[in-house]
Structure formats: C-alpha cells, structure tokens
C-alpha cells in the first residue's frame, strides 16, 4: 500500500488548522506497510479497515457510507461534528496522466484539494476534476438515465488508445459485464437504487473522487438500505455496468439539489451558439465563474 502524494498534500497544508482522519479501505492484505509518516502530526488519527477483495472504488465508498449511517444509527459517539465535517472519497492512484483517462492536459484537468475543501467547506459538492465542455458537472437528467455501454477495458490496460476508443464488436461484448441486462442507467436507478434524479438538471461528477459535506449524507432520501442496495450491487470482482452507472450518479445523489433558478440560469448560458453550448445532453459551465455558484454564495 502507497502513500497516495495528494493525501498527503490535503493534510500537511491543514494540518494546522483541522482535525483529519484518514480511513484507508484496504483490499490487499499489505494493512501493515502504511507509512509511519501519519505518526508525527498529531491531529491525524490514521484507520485502518479491512474489507472483501471485491469491487472497485464505488463498493468502498458504498461500504465506507453504510458503515458511517450503521455507527450514527448505533447511536455511536462521534469524535467530530457533522456540520462542520467534510468527508473526501479518494482513490489510491496517483494524479498524473496515467490515471486520467478524460483525454485532456492532465495537470489542468484536476481539481486542487485546497479548491475541493473550500467548495465542500461552503456545503457543495466538490468533484475531483474541473469541468469542460466535454466533461461539465452538470448533466440533463433524461438524458444521462439513457446513459449505457456493452463493455469496458479499464485505461491503463489499454494498450492501443485509437483502437479502444472505436465501437465493441458484438462478438467481443463481454456476457457478464452487464449481467443483469439493465438497459439504461435509469433502468438501473428504477431496479436496484429505487431513487432517481430530482431535477430535469444534475450534477454529475466523472473521475471517481470527490467531496462533500458529512450533513449531505443525512438527507431524507438517503438512508441505509439504499447504501445496501448499492454495496450489493457493485460487490463483484469483475468489471460491471454497475461501476460506470455509480459513477454519474454519485454526484446527482450526494450533491446539491439545483433550485429552479439555478437551473434556469444554466440552461440560459448555454443557449444554441454559446461559447460552449449544450451537447448530448451535456450541460457545460466552470463552476468557480458561473451564476449559480455565486448564486449561492448571494443566498447564504
């Protein structure tokens, strides 16, 4: 087990000012080769827990999440408060170009932790990569429930980029990657999470690490068998449909219902003939400069 560089970042620039926790989900078996460099600061209290090999980062999150509701529901005493807790969901994979796979100059693409731990900090959600015409925070809702594939190879087995990108052939569709024959990521939604977007707006975050309020996990809507359902369903060890269904919902789920308003104001930026205007359903703005972040700001 690595010492992931941009954790270590995120605690030694606030290790002066916060109390942090470091909850490492440890799938190898390595739990005792942590570094010892957590040792020296003493408001980071380092955990340590061991799960099922199964998965990828989505069933962490999910376990990480039904876990944390599992202790509150306990009624077990919390060594934080809540409304002034954020909670980052990270992977452990370095932020370089190798493990950005959203085809751009990667040290741009990435959203600093200091700049996720303010937007989170003011109650948003933050998502670990900046938004751009081609992969914006803000989705169509009936048109991301359309959202499906017929098979996936992760980036870094991708030996031939070009090739990849280029429609699987039916006879190379792997049988089990879609199991159980969702058609859509609404089909998804409908069948396993029984939820589905709020707004004809929603966030939607790609890259799989982000941050958000602790407060966010304690919406009506959110509670412990729907966690359940998700740790379910993504608890595989192959490569599944699910993982990429989880990935656009993470943000519609756990972020920030848009306001009508809000809406409107997106939908008005990006009208036909806009510097980047809507496509395939893709609502495109950078969250720092527009309305609705200063929107909000107004409004708090």
Same mark, same amino acid.
Request: aromatic residues 12%.
């Given at each position: 087990m690595k010492l992931v560089g941009w954790i270590k970042l995120l605690y030694e620039n606030y290790q002066r000012q916060s109390k942090i926790k470091l909850t490492f989900l440890s799938k190898c078996g390595n739990e005792a080769n942590i570094p010892d460099v957590f040792e020296k600061h003493t408001n980071v209290e380092v955990e340590v827990v061991s799960i099922d090999n199964v998965g990828g980062c989505d069933y962490a999150y999910t376990y990480f999440i039904k876990r944390y509701l599992q202790q509150i529901k306990a009624g077990s005493p919390l060594d934080h408060d809540i409304s002034s807790t954020v909670?980052?969901? !990270? /992977?452990?994979?370095?932020?370089? *170009?190798?493990?950005?796979?959203?085809? @751009? *100059? &990667?040290?741009k693409r990435y959203l600093s932790t200091s700049n996720m731990l303010t937007i989170a900090s003011d109650g948003n959600f933050a998502c670990g990569l900046k938004p751009t015409c081609r992969a914006s925070w803000y989705s169509e809702s009936t048109q991301l429930r359309t959202f499906r594939l017929d098979g996936y190879t992760r980036f870094s087995e991708r030996k031939n980029v070009k090739r990849w990108r280029k429609k699987i052939p039916k006879h190379r569709i792997d049988p089990?990657? %879609?199991? $159980? /024959? $969702? /058609?859509?990521? =609404?089909?998804?939604?409908? *069948?396993?999470?029984?939820?589905?977007?709020?707004? *004809? !707006?929603?966030? +939607?975050? @790609?890259? =799989? +690490?982000? #941050?958000?309020? #602790? +407060? %966010?996990?304690?919406?009506?809507?959110?509670? &412990?068998?729907?966690?359940?359902?998700?740790?379910? #369903?993504v608890g595989c060890n192959l490569t599944t449909i699910e993982e990429h269904f989880m990935e656009r919902t993470w943000a519609g789920l756990l972020g920030n219902i848009l306001t009508d308003d809000e809406i409107d104001i997106i939908k008005d930026i990006h009208k036909p003939g806009a510097s980047c205007p809507i496509g395939e359903g893709t609502i495109c703005t950078t969250y720092q400069k527009s309305p609705v972040c200063q929107l909000r700001k107004k409004n708090s």
């Amino acid at each position: 087990m690595k010492l992931v560089g941009w954790i270590k970042l995120l605690y030694e620039n606030y290790q002066r000012q916060s109390k942090i926790k470091l909850t490492f989900l440890s799938k190898c078996g390595n739990e005792a080769n942590i570094p010892d460099v957590f040792e020296k600061h003493t408001n980071v209290e380092v955990e340590v827990v061991s799960i099922d090999n199964v998965g990828g980062c989505d069933y962490a999150y999910t376990y990480f999440i039904k876990r944390y509701l599992q202790q509150i529901k306990a009624g077990s005493p919390l060594d934080h408060d809540i409304s002034s807790t954020v909670i980052f969901f !990270v /992977k452990d994979t370095p932020r370089n *170009k190798k493990n950005q796979n959203q085809h @751009y *100059k &990667y040290e741009k693409r990435y959203l600093s932790t200091s700049n996720m731990l303010t937007i989170a900090s003011d109650g948003n959600f933050a998502c670990g990569l900046k938004p751009t015409c081609r992969a914006s925070w803000y989705s169509e809702s009936t048109q991301l429930r359309t959202f499906r594939l017929d098979g996936y190879t992760r980036f870094s087995e991708r030996k031939n980029v070009k090739r990849w990108r280029k429609k699987i052939p039916k006879h190379r569709i792997d049988p089990y990657f %879609n199991l $159980y /024959k $969702y /058609k859509n990521l =609404g089909d998804f939604h409908d *069948k396993v999470l029984r939820w589905t977007f709020p707004k *004809k !707006v929603t966030m +939607s975050c @790609y890259g =799989g +690490s982000f #941050a958000l309020p #602790a +407060s %966010n996990l304690f919406r009506p809507e959110i509670n &412990y068998d729907l966690f359940d359902r998700m740790e379910k #369903a993504v608890g595989c060890n192959l490569t599944t449909i699910e993982e990429h269904f989880m990935e656009r919902t993470w943000a519609g789920l756990l972020g920030n219902i848009l306001t009508d308003d809000e809406i409107d104001i997106i939908k008005d930026i990006h009208k036909p003939g806009a510097s980047c205007p809507i496509g395939e359903g893709t609502i495109c703005t950078t969250y720092q400069k527009s309305p609705v972040c200063q929107l909000r700001k107004k409004n708090s």
